[in-house]
């Protein structure tokens, strides 16, 4: 279980300062319909996306525990980032992270629902099943993330 206190001891382990309340669980987006059913019955990566001091950063969960690795999957310094957008998706959230030369495309699911589906079983803050972190940030971090590129 990865609580918000893991989460941030892990993240500062690796080198980074991240802002408080501004983690999320998220995966990549999928390309298509097709894709989207596959990441449903086949293995889908989850990794806790966090805005730090000056960065953007991706750590992955590991496959057997709902626990954060201590690696570093992806790292866009905020300079880089051109724009974000953001949109429901069904049950989800699509964020689009614009750079120069790419689009990184990311998936979070939604807060209503999320006790009942991975994003809440990744960010449990106790063992009571229903107090999870991704909730509790959803907003502030989504409402943040729109922000960046905004200057």
Same mark, same amino acid.
């Given at each position: 279980?990865?609580?918000?206190? !893991?989460?941030?001891?892990?993240?500062? *382990?690796?080198?980074?300062?991240? &802002?408080?309340?501004?983690?999320?669980?998220?995966?990549?987006?999928? &390309?298509? +319909?097709?894709?989207?059913?596959? #990441?449903?019955?086949?293995?889908?990566?989850? @990794?806790?996306?966090?805005?730090?001091?000056?960065?953007?950063?991706?750590?992955? @969960?590991?496959?057997?525990?709902?626990?954060?690795? #201590?690696?570093?999957?992806?790292?866009?310094?905020?300079?880089?980032?051109?724009?974000?957008?953001?949109?429901?998706?069904?049950?989800?959230? !699509?964020?689009?992270? #614009?750079? &120069?030369?790419?689009?990184?495309?990311?998936?979070? *699911? *939604?807060?209503?629902?999320?006790?009942?589906?991975?994003?809440?079983?990744?960010?449990?803050?106790?063992?009571?099943?229903?107090?999870?972190?991704?909730?509790?940030?959803? #907003? !502030?971090?989504?409402?943040?993330?729109?922000? +960046?590129?905004?200057?």
């Amino acid at each position: 279980m990865a609580n918000t206190k !893991r989460v941030t001891d892990v993240l500062q *382990q690796i080198g980074f300062e991240p &802002e408080e309340g501004k983690t999320i669980v998220v995966s990549y987006a999928p &390309e298509n +319909l097709s894709d989207a059913i596959k #990441k449903i019955f086949v293995w889908n990566s989850f @990794y806790a996306l966090s805005l730090c001091k000056e960065q953007l950063v991706l750590i992955p @969960y590991g496959h057997f525990w709902a626990d954060v690795k #201590k690696e570093v999957a992806l790292e866009l310094p905020y300079s880089s980032i051109v724009g974000v957008e953001i949109r429901e998706t069904g049950i989800n959230y !699509r964020i689009d992270i #614009k750079l &120069e030369d790419e689009v990184i495309s990311l998936s979070a *699911q *939604q807060a209503e629902l999320s006790d009942l589906r991975n994003s809440g079983m990744y960010s449990l803050e106790d063992w009571s099943g229903t107090n999870n972190w991704h909730k509790n940030n959803l #907003k !502030r971090t989504l409402k943040a993330l729109g922000e +960046l590129a905004i200057a």
